[in-house]
């Protein structure tokens, strides 16, 4: 079936509503990108042209469309060590930061959210155990939770394709994983026994009640699926589980201070993250 | 040390649940001198319309942001007519945050917000006017471009239309077009509205 043109104007048009509602910015060099999924979704909501289209995106009540759309443009596959300048940013300036307020024998706890099928909390593991110069110093809490109990299943057993495990280096792929078959690798018991799966619905306060003092909450590419309200209540609930001064890390097409103001920004070497103010 | 376990997996929670605290106890713990405790009830009392009248008047009266922004978003999820007119009453306040805040509420509420709008855009404050055209910037509504073609057509204020040609660009179509060249009339010599007129038209043109 033939493509449905894109013009220039049209693709402009598009790319500047689409960051006004999501923050994701595409450059002239996704086009071809952005035009193939505005396409497809224009021949299978049968609008006929990007005008119909676009009419529909923009004014359907129930913004369902635009959750379809914004799925099909940020699909990504997770894998390990994604976003990697983020976990540098972990080890070199906000665990520093947070133990500078901490007393010996704190704990120091961090929350990954979504857990997805776990290469997220467990590269924040590896990263912390291997690249945190202070790791024998202090006691870290890793928890990571999802929606999606198949999902947490799946963190917890901890295998994972090649693909998936491509950006660990070598020396800490030997020393953490187990090839266990053709193409697949298994996380070693010792990291797997290090991240607690809880499974939480950020929209259930009596879910996220109980989620609290955490000094550092990743959660990346979550809030972009997410409406406005649902996310200022996202916002709302990593706000109360943080510590006074504790950090939020996100995605990077994602930004707090489009969601909420009760978050500052905090510009490290090596990434933007948001912070919770400290107690005046 | 190393990455260990939680003990017990969690912390208690700070204050009791929600579903579990009535409608009494989370007026009362509104009024607590601790925000966290009155951003729990703030954000509890989404649960009960009946609370509106309270969680207004805790609004115009709060300080504390993280409250302020509980209050809101509970008053967003009610999202009653009663609800929508205490928004409309902070577009009136001093306040820019208060006032941003109920801006972004109420485009978040098209379907209570769409019966008003029409007053709205013809309210006697011209910057009250102004901030409507701003809810129309999100509000997910079919009526959006006629509402706009209506300010342009009608409304006196030029900051009013100017506002209101700038979202045309973005959102109009060739329904627009005439109203946009009459607008140009009517401020000859406003150069701003002869600039954005013309952007809006050419956008239009060319989509």
Redesign the interface.
Known sequence: MTDIAI?L??FR?FR??FY??TGIQFEDSKRYFVDKRLSERIRQTEAGT??NYF?LL????S?EELQQLTNLMTVNETYFFREEYQLKCLVRSILPEIVARKKTGD?LRVWSIPSSSGEEPYSI?LY??ELWPA?????????SSDIDTDILGKARDGRYSVRAIQNIPPALLQRYFTPIAPNEYRIHQELR????F?RVNLMN??DT?????FDVIFCRNLLIYF???SR??A??VF??ALNPGGFICLGHSESMSRI???FRVRKFPEAIVYQKPELP | MALIKPQTPFPDAQFPVAGVDSLADLLTTLNEPAPPARRWAARNLAAFTEAVPDLLAALMQETDASVREALLISLTEIGNAEAVAGLVECLRKEDVVLRNAAIDAMRSLPGAVAPIMKNLLTDPDADVRIFSVNILESLRHPDVEQWLIDVIGQDPHVNVCATAVDLLGEVGSSKACTALEALRSRFPDEPYIEFATRLALTRIREA
């Open positions: 013009s104007e049209e048009k500047e509503f006004r509602k990007f005008r009419t923009r004014f359907q009540v913004g704990v593991a912390v155990s790791i024998n110093e202090w006691a870290i809490e890793l928890i026994d290090s991240v607690e809880t306060p009596l009640s109980c989620y609290r003092h409406d406005d309200l200022r209540k916002a709302e706000y109360d909420t103001s009760l």
